[in-house]
């Protein structure tokens, strides 16, 4: 950037923040004083209305002053007549005064007189209940302790809030003493408040200090009032400003929120005057910049240029002799002079630099950074064979492309060229030229001022010493190979000789040991000391080997052959404890320089091999057994190619044919034939485990079974082992006790009819036995005692009797599907009552205590007999087994849907292995039981089966000694 620009657009950037600066500091002396003076206004506006309404409240005080010590007020609490009343307190005393109210107080407390006057529609209104209950005796509102004492302000109600004002009642001489109390008050409604704007010329809000559903931004106002009892606020749109004073009520609490407003004059005034003070500082910015502009272009920037284009021709023409001509007598005449004399020095020392660099051996070539040529020298140009017409080019790219074409590795030099032209990076390159020659290239980068200017290119050749080089890297390379080998060579035979598992033993033509590894070692337990030099046959060979040892061993020290050379054989040897011991042995011969043969041994110990071996036999013949033994079919198919493998007796005894002619087959044209295509295991990647399927047998039968298959691998191959059994017996089986059962069922069902009708044959005749027992009862003055307790034991007996066959009738009825329920909607409390009525007397004569804890209405929709009879059947068992003195709690209370009663005693308790029995018919827990107590076992089984039928549910929790809970469930709506 030019320094004209750059001068400019820094007076343009300080123009700029002194023209922030005074905004800045306008805005704040003017607007923030113009904002305080609105700020103060509408404060005072606040104070103005406050005090109109304390004015009013004054004013009000002052009117029950003079009303409270008059001598007929204080006559009329005394006296409570009615002339007062008609002559003092008329509707026109209201608007007169404009109150809403007055109440009149004794001195207990007790209002004496109210009214209540409606000011706008200018007729007596009902008391608000709300106010008078502000006005209890011993309210604050009627407490004065003395003739003077005043009490005064604001009062809030539910409906509306008030000024009012209360004093003591003492007379025309105000000495007392105080008769009673005198308060009146006026309603702050809208024409109050319209009174106040009139008065204060201001527009007036009242809020509640209390309300919940006011605007967010209007409760931020709020708590900023509550914290500073004064607060002032610009509307959203900055159009207007509110102002805020917070109101106490006679209780000193925060009451009323006063809301007023105005518009924003005296700010908006601020902000035209600020306006006009910023286009006037621009005007005079810009005239001034515009001055000063034109000086510095006449007086400074125009000889600026001149001596910038005289710098640029001397640099371009690169003529070291030109000189600057600048006129004047200041700075710039004076760097003119100075850059002349530099000139003049940089030409001396040019001419010495230039024959220096002529001398050297080495090819130089300098260029600056716009890709002019300053110097080649004379070993640059013979070097690269410059033509006549480029060794006086300026052009830099002409050469290059000249030395580029010389060079093998054209494209790598010159993007290293590239990468560093401009740069301050140093770098040396190999340059192989065509013609075989090699040379070193040097890039430097020349530095002026901190400033990269151009580069210096060096071509130092080197062809003779790359060529010592390569041939001495060829000869080190081959002596490093050799040595390598022979390195690995012996690494490797160390390591696999010493760590080897398996036994290395080498030994002489004579037999000797001259090898011993530590596998040896640990197979035969002899140290490599201990062999070293002896022979090896007699150590480690049984007896029963050394004759052949020996008489083969000839053959070999004079061929290298024998009858194990090249084989592996399992022999027996001997440990040094004399054991034996099976081994698998491999000998090599090794025919050495001299012409002698040695033997390479190597020996692995099997022991543990034969040991598995042993016990593969073992457990695959103790398998076998146990396949061909089973009762279901196994058959191993190959996963691929889905053939039969291998087939139990089982398998083909149910296929009816030979194992031989089974194996091969695919596994689908016996099992699963409907599969093919889409096996369950291969093709969809199932689990087939006892799942019924379909085997065919060799008459084409199609045999029902129960199949499972699992997959396994046997020596890398996929295998699927499929087990199965014949259906056919066990579907016969369930077919025979299906019948079975229907027959039950149909048995069952006639006796439950058969006992159904016997019931009603039973119950007649009973009924009659009864009858006429019960009316000698009604004539006992005729009979004896004994022919009394005669005719009791018949009614007893005869009723005890009947009890039974209901019941039978009852189960029988619901066992043969006979019974239906009658749905209707009931009281469950009233239930429980009728129960209780006719079992308590029962209970007192044991003394038992029974105690009822329900929930309060609750309704059920059910068969209210059949509720009843399970509500009976229940209690009046743990009425029978309670024993004398014992408690029975009976509980109901809804939970969700369903209706949960407990009924827990605390009697004889029923053992946990006899509970199973306590739902079934005609059966009791205990036979002892049966003669202490009476019954037929079929009370809980109709409870059960009542329950059932509403779609509940029962349970029972019981110990011997410690009592019985029975814990019913019925839906509220059946």
């Not at 027996?572 to 002698?596: H, N, V």
Request: hydrophobic share 40%; with cysteine.
């Amino acid at each position: 950037m030019k320094v004209y620009n750059k001068t400019m657009i820094t007076l343009g950037v300080a123009f700029l923040i002194m023209l922030l600066m005074i905004t800045a500091t306008v805005n704040h002396l003017l607007l923030d004083g113009y904002e305080q003076i609105e700020e103060q206004e509408m404060e005072d506006n606040v104070i103005r209305i406050e005090r109109a309404i304390q004015s009013d409240i004054s004013y009000l005080d002052t009117t029950v002053y003079d009303w409270a010590a008059w001598d007929d007020t204080y006559r009329f609490i005394e006296t409570n007549n009615s002339e007062y009343i008609e002559s003092n307190l008329a509707d026109e005393t209201f608007s007169l005064l404009d109150i809403n109210f007055m109440l009149f107080f004794d001195s207990s407390g007790n209002i004496v007189y109210s009214k209540f006057y409606d000011l706008e529609k200018e007729e007596t209104i009902t008391p608000p209940k709300n106010l008078v209950e502000l006005f209890q005796p011993g309210s604050y509102l009627l407490e004065h302790s003395d003739t003077r004492s005043n009490i005064s302000g604001l009062l809030m109600s539910s409906t509306s809030p008030m000024i009012v004002a209360s004093r003591p009642v003492t007379g025309t001489n105000k000495q007392g003493p105080i008769k009673g109390t005198l308060v009146m008050g006026r309603y702050l409604d809208e024409s109050m408040i319209m009174s106040l704007e009139e008065n204060t010329l201001l527009p007036v809000e009242l809020l509640y200090y209390r309300n919940t559903d006011l605007p967010d931004r209007l409760e931020y106002d709020i708590v900023e009032v509550s914290n500073n009892n004064y607060s002032v606020s610009v509307s959203e749109n900055s159009e207007t400003v509110s102002g805020y004073g917070l109101m106490y009520d006679v209780f000193g609490n925060p009451a009323l929120i006063l809301r007023t407003q105005m518009d924003r004059d005296i700010y908006f005034s601020g902000l035209r005057i600020m306006d006009s003070i910023f286009y006037l500082v621009i005007g005079i910015f810009l005239i001034v910049a515009l001055l000063i502009s034109w000086i510095l272009k006449k007086n400074l920037f125009s000889r600026l240029n001149l001596l910038g284009e005289s710098v640029n021709a001397v640099g371009s023409q690169g003529d070291l002799s030109s000189r600057l001509e600048i006129g004047g007598d200041d700075e710039l005449s004076t760097l003119a002079d100075n850059i002349n004399g530099m000139l003049s020095s940089l030409e001396d020392t040019s001419l010495l630099l230039n024959s220096t660099i002529e001398t050297t051996v080495d090819g130089i070539i300098i260029v600056d950074n716009e890709q002019h040529v300053l110097l080649i020298n004379s070993s640059y140009k013979q070097i690269c064979d410059l033509p006549v017409e480029l060794q006086f080019e300026r052009d830099a790219s002409k050469v290059l492309a000249h030395f580029l074409e010389l060079v093998d590795n054209k494209e790598d030099l010159l993007g290293k060229i590239n990468d560093r032209r401009g740069s301050d990076l140093k770098g040396k390159t190999l340059v192989k030229f065509k013609d075989g020659r090699s040379f070193e290239t040097y890039s430097l980068p020349i530095v002026m001022e901190g400033d990269v200017a151009g580069r210096m290119h060096i071509l130092h050749e080197i062809t003779e010493v790359i060529q010592r080089e390569e041939e001495l890297k060829q000869q080190i390379m081959i002596r490093e190979k050799i040595e390598k080998e022979l390195l690995i060579s012996e690494e490797k035979f160390s390591k696999i000789a010493t760590f080897a598992y398996d036994a290395m033993i080498m030994i002489d033509s004579k037999g000797k040991t001259i090898f011993w590894n530590q596998a040896a070692t640990r197979i035969f337990g002899y140290k490599g000391s201990e062999v070293a030099g002896r022979d090896i046959h007699s150590l480690l060979s049984p007896e029963r080997y050394l004759n052949n040892f020996r008489k083969n061993f000839d053959k070999f020290v004079s061929t290298g052959e024998g009858n194990a050379v090249g084989h592996t054989l399992e022999l027996e040897a001997r440990r040094k404890d004399g054991t034996e011991f099976p081994i698998e042995l491999s000998l090599s011969s090794i025919k050495l320089s001299d012409g002698s043969w040695n033997a390479v041994a190597i020996i692995r110990d099997i022991t543990e091999r034969k040991q598995l071996d042993s016990m593969e036999k073992e457990i695959l013949e103790r398998l076998t057994t146990i396949i061909n033994n089973v009762d279901s079919g196994i058959m191993m198919i190959d996963a691929v190619t889905k053939e039969i493998v291998d087939v139990n007796p089982v398998a083909a005894r149910l296929i009816g044919l030979p194992k031989e002619e089974i194996v091969g087959n695919l596994c689908h044209n016996f099992v699963c034939p409907a599969d093919k295509g889409k096996c369950p295991i291969v093709d969809l990647n199932q689990k087939v485990d006892k799942s019924e399927r379909i085997l065919l047998t060799r008459d084409g039968e199609q045999l029902p079974i129960v199949k499972s298959v699992v997959s396994v691998k046997m020596h890398e191959k996929e295998y699927l082992i499929e087990s199965f059994y014949d259906l056919s017996v066990r579907m016969k089986v369930e077919e025979t006790l299906v019948k079975a059962k229907i027959a039950a069922e149909e048995s069952n069902q006639s006796k439950s009819e058969f006992l159904a009708n016997m019931s009603h044959e039973l119950r007649t005749p009973l009924n009659a036995i009864i009858g006429f027992s019960d009316m000698l009862q009604l004539n006992e003055d005729r009979f004896t005692d004994k022919e009394k307790r005669y005719i009791g034991n018949i009614s007893s007996s005869g009723r005890h009797l009947l009890d039974i066959i209901n019941d039978i009738l009852d189960l029988s009825k619901v066992e043969a599907g006979m019974t239906s329920l009658n749905i209707e909607e009931f009281n469950v409390s009233d239930v429980v009552d009728e129960v209780l009525k006719s079992l308590i007397p029962i209970g007192n004569k044991k003394n038992l205590g029974i105690n009822v804890e329900a929930d309060e209405g609750i309704i059920i929709n059910a068969d209210r007999l059949k509720f009843k009879q399970i509500l009976y059947n229940i209690i009046g068992n743990a009425v029978k087994f309670t024993p004398e003195d014992g408690n029975i709690d009976i509980s109901a209370h809804v939970s969700g849907t369903s209706l949960h009663i407990i009924i827990k005693d605390d009697g004889i308790g029923i053992p946990s292995e006899d509970q199973k029995y306590l739902f079934e018919p005609f059966k009791q827990v205990d036979s002892a039981l049966n003669r202490s107590y009476e019954g037929t076992g079929l009370g809980l089984a109709i409870v059960k089966r009542y329950i059932e039928m509403h779609g509940g549910k029962i349970r029972v929790e019981s110990e011997p000694g410690r009592g019985s809970s029975f814990i019913l469930e019925l839906p509220l709506n059946y």
